[in-house]
């Protein structure tokens, strides 16, 4: 039957050393790897809050010219509700002045 040898040799000790040290190089290319990807979320969460702003001070603009061009309809429809009453008068005028012999 075999024997199995229960002492510690040097190629014991240095296969354990290699585990430890790939798995700490191991955990350190993960943990870079984390770090980039959090910096890349924060870029784009900065880019995506930069975009939202522009475009909120692109719709108070909108919402600015709208607001003026519905100040200046009203503007319009007033001037042509005179001119209307206003030619109304003259029609009246005129046919008072058609009806006299």
Not at 6 to 14: E, M, R, Y
């Amino acid at each position: 039957m075999p024997r199995i040898d229960p002492t510690i040799s040097a190629g014991n000790l240095l296969s354990i050393a290699t585990i430890i040290v790939a798995v700490g190089i191991a955990w350190g290319q993960l943990r870079s790897e984390q770090v980039y990807q959090q910096d890349q979320i924060n870029d784009m969460k900065r880019a995506r809050e930069i975009r939202i702003a522009a475009t909120d001070q692109h719709f108070q603009t909108l919402d600015a010219a709208v607001a003026a061009l519905s100040i200046q309809t009203a503007r319009t429809d007033t001037s042509l509700g005179d001119i209307r009453a206003g030619i109304a008068r003259i029609e009246a005028k005129l046919n008072k002045l058609e009806e006299r012999p």
